[in-house]
Nanobody, 123 residues
């Protein structure tokens, strides 16, 4: 059973930075494409970023391009999301997800999900 665990969320002032981590266990991490999604209260889950199994190919949502960076360390079974220049509209629960096939945009294609970590950006 593949298990994903997010960490690194918290409260930060607008303009600040946070780094989220997603630790994967129970599977071969390097075989999975990975993604980050977020969900704000009363909103649908939104694609944030994704990357291929090797980490060489990345894909970002328009709202975070140029501010967020996704990367992974296959030796440590961990994926990261470096978030810079945070805005109040980035406030959400952030989820990591694993896909056996592709680093896609659509949440329903992902096979495994973490429980989420809260990010709150105050103005």
């Amino acid at each position: 059973q593949v298990h994903l665990a997010e960490s690194g969320g918290g409260l930060v002032l607008a303009g600040g930075s946070l780094r989220l981590s997603c630790e994967v266990s129970g599977g071969t991490f390097s075989h999975y494409a990975m993604g980050w999604f977020r969900q704000a209260p009363e909103k649908e889950r939104e694609f944030v970023a994704a990357l291929s199994w090797s980490g060489e190919d990345t894909y970002y949502g328009d709202s975070v391009k140029g501010r967020f960076t996704i990367f992974r360390d296959n030796a440590k079974n961990v994926m990261y999301l470096q978030m810079n220049s945070l805005k109040p509209e980035d406030t959400a629960v952030y989820y990591c997800a694993a896909d056996r096939v592709y680093y896609g945009y659509y949440a329903h294609t992902y096979d495994y999900w973490g429980q989420g970590t809260q990010v709150t950006v105050s103005s």
